[in-house]
């Protein structure tokens, strides 16, 4: 939704009030849900400056746990309170300014009820901006006093322990060569965000600094102006055309975007009030997410050293392409470590990517990822057809139990003692063929102790193709390969149950 085309301060008493009672209702916050730390202001060490962090994942929590969206926010104690007991002149509590205001935590579409396209729909008018989000780290530049300045990462300032350069500082650099671009002065800055009331909101893109997942050229690299919000208690950003003028105004690198005037695809109620800023994100994950989990992947091995594919997280193994680069950079840790030296510190992330990704071009490159492709094929998809093998001596309760699950799950039975044949085996298998054309599940209650056996209903089911998927979660894994046939779903219990051939 379009930002609001106001320049809201924080002169009004009324609004001054609102964004003091806010500090003072997240103090109230158990820490469980929300923490601050306390800096010194590097351009005046008397101010003391908050830095307020909420618990991320509860941001999703309808109703929300905290008394505001904002993620990125820093504040102080005004200097007329009393700190011993907590009392201003004339008896009131202690008043607090918000010194630096990000954006409200903003959701992907279909992540909370408000960000369904129903409810955006609903709730929400034109125009619509859509605005290029840039790979790098939050920067947010607001005015300390009338003639200084505030640069603080998201949720911190000024130098960090153990690192020679932090996000602030790396931003900050930025900053001054800007303000010696155009020939103005850090005060210059600080006077027109203090009579604005803004926050100015950049992305650090600079892989000289820190890589992330996308690589930025030299025209590129830098401070990417994204956002000016006013430093208040309610989410208010100015609209992209006056960010722009900003942005060319101090030096910044502007941000790309694009204006709608409806929304082409499309209701749960907003949490906000009608006429507010209003930011949703639509996501492209790929290959962005691709990226990045060769980026942590990389950085697990390098931690654990000897380290294989085992020791990696599965949710990051879905993908043959990203099953190749951990066969791939396992190797090329090996071959070369100094060419990993500085990773887990952000250097040497996209040279590697770029390496790799041209090894795929190769034949050899081209010839593994066929392979690691058709691996995937075999444990993907969707769940078809399975018949439940039990191998067991006479006698151990095998129709029982199948019985009960028969009974409790709906799957199909067929128990090869009823087959009165002289030659039961083939009957017993046209038996569970059948049952699997009304049935998903089907228990073949048999001894199958003998390969042969099961060799039979393998060869019987070769040729039947998986249909709608089943649920089956708390099954063991040879019932949840994916879209195998069913007799290869046998194969996998028959070479995990040769122990049984001849008891």
């Not at 202001?41 to 830095?51: E, F, K, L, N, T």
């Not at 993620?71 to 509590?93: C, V």
């Not at 840039?134 to 000024?158: K, M, Q, R, V």
Request: neutral net charge; contains cysteine.
């Amino acid at each position: 939704m379009a930002p609001r085309a106001d320049n809201t301060t924080n002169n009004d008493g009324t609004a001054a009030d609102a964004d003091s009672a806010l500090i003072t209702s997240l103090f109230a916050c158990s820490p469980k849900l929300v923490r601050s730390s306390v800096y010194p202001a590097p351009a005046d060490s008397s101010i003391a400056v908050r830095s307020w962090k909420m618990t991320e994942h509860k941001y999703y929590t309808v109703p929300l746990p905290f008394p505001t969206l904002a993620r990125g926010l820093f504040s102080r104690e005004l200097p007329d309170a009393d700190t011993e007991d907590g009392k201003a002149e004339g008896g009131s509590r202690k008043k607090h300014q918000i010194l630096v205001r990000g954006y409200d935590k903003f959701f992907n579409i279909g992540e909370v009820p408000w960000t369904e396209w129903d409810a955006i729909e609903a709730h929400t008018a034109p125009p619509y901006n859509a605005t290029l989000k840039s790979n790098g780290c939050i920067i947010f530049i607001a005015a300390l006093t009338p003639t200084a300045l505030l640069i603080t990462s998201e949720h911190s300032l000024g130098p960090v322990a153990g690192s020679p350069t932090s996000h602030a500082q790396a931003g900050e650099g930025w900053l001054r060569k800007y303000l010696a671009k155009m020939g103005r002065k850090e005060a210059d800055l600080a006077a027109v965000l203090w009579e604005k009331n803004w926050t100015a909101i950049a992305e650090l893109c600079d892989d000289n600094f820190e890589e992330h997942v996308l690589g930025y050229s030299p025209e590129k690299t830098g401070l990417h102006l994204h956002g000016l919000n006013v430093r208040t208690k309610d989410f208010v950003t100015m609209p992209s055309d006056t960010v722009d003028a900003f942005a060319a105004e101090w030096g910044f690198i502007p941000t790309p975007h694009v204006t709608f005037n409806t929304i082409k695809e499309p209701s749960a109620r907003s949490p906000y009030a009608p006429g507010s800023s209003f930011f949703f994100k639509v996501k492209f994950d790929e290959p962005y997410m691709m990226y990045r989990d060769w980026r942590e992947v990389t950085k697990i091995l390098l931690n654990k050293k000897g380290a294989g594919p085992e020791a990696l997280p599965r949710g990051k193994m879905k993908r043959a392409e990203t099953k190749l680069y951990v066969k791939w950079v396992i190797q090329e840790i090996k071959r070369n470590p100094k060419a990993f030296a500085q990773y887990n510190k952000g250097k040497g992330i996209i040279a590697t990517r770029e390496k790799y990704l041209e090894y795929l071009k190769s034949d050899k490159g081209g010839h593994e990822l066929q392979e690691a492709e058709k691996e995937v094929s075999l444990t993907e998809g969707k769940f078809g057809k399975t018949i439940i093998v039990p191998v067991a001596v006479p006698g151990c309760g095998k129709t029982a139990v199948s019985v009960a699950l028969a009974h409790i799950f709906g799957f199909g039975h067929t128990q090869s003692d009823d087959v009165k044949a002289k030659r039961p085996a083939p009957i017993f298998i046209q038996n569970v063929v059948k049952l699997l054309e009304k049935h998903d599940v089907v228990i073949a209650d048999k001894n199958n102790h003998l390969k042969q056996h099961r060799e039979q209903l393998r060869t019987a089911t070769a040729d039947i193709d998986p249909p709608e998927p089943l649920d089956m979660n708390g099954y063991p894994l040879w019932m949840s390969r994916g879209t195998w046939t069913v007799g290869d779903q046998l194969h996998v219990l028959g070479e995990a149950q040769t122990e049984y051939e001849e008891h």
